[in-house]
């Protein structure tokens, strides 16, 4: 399975907790992500918490998905764990080529920025399939910038 990552990019404050860029992932061929599976995307930064979702745009945890499922998603539970977001399969998921997740909501603190030459906060996109060897996730980029200081 693999995924074309794509971030918006808002320009944000120094200030205490802010939201970071929609992520959006598509599927680049048709594949399935086996049940067991996880996909994490990593920041720059705490993750302080997510944001209720827009009504009616997906389930629980700011996440929302297009494609052969929709929203809710009911093959997915999402964690927040530190400095990563972790998506977690409950059942294998066939994805057709175009079918997309969008990750909102993320917010994150830019006082624990560590970068020094850094404009702002990037995602690193990583996988764990439980079929690696036949069904592995890979993304193309992986990393992206979700949020760039003001």
Do not use: C
């Amino acid at each position: 399975m693999v995924f074309q990552v794509s971030t918006a990019v808002p320009i944000i404050p120094y200030t205490p907790v802010v939201t970071v860029g929609v992520i959006n992932l598509i599927a680049a061929a048709p594949g399935n992500v086996p049940a067991g599976s996880t996909i994490t995307i990593s920041f720059k930064s705490n993750v302080v918490e997510w944001l209720a979702p827009v009504a009616g745009a997906g389930n629980t945890a700011g996440l929302a998905v297009g494609g052969p499922v929709g929203p809710p998603f009911p093959n997915l539970s999402v964690s927040v764990s530190s400095n990563s977001v972790v998506l977690s399969f409950t059942a294998t998921t066939p994805f057709a080529t175009g079918d997309q997740l969008w990750i909102f909501g993320v917010q994150i603190n830019p006082g624990t920025f560590t970068g020094s030459s850094e404009t702002g906060f990037k995602a690193i996109f990583s996988a764990n399939s439980s079929i690696p060897a036949t069904e592995p996730i890979t993304f193309t980029p992986a990393i992206m910038p979700v949020a760039r200081f003001a």
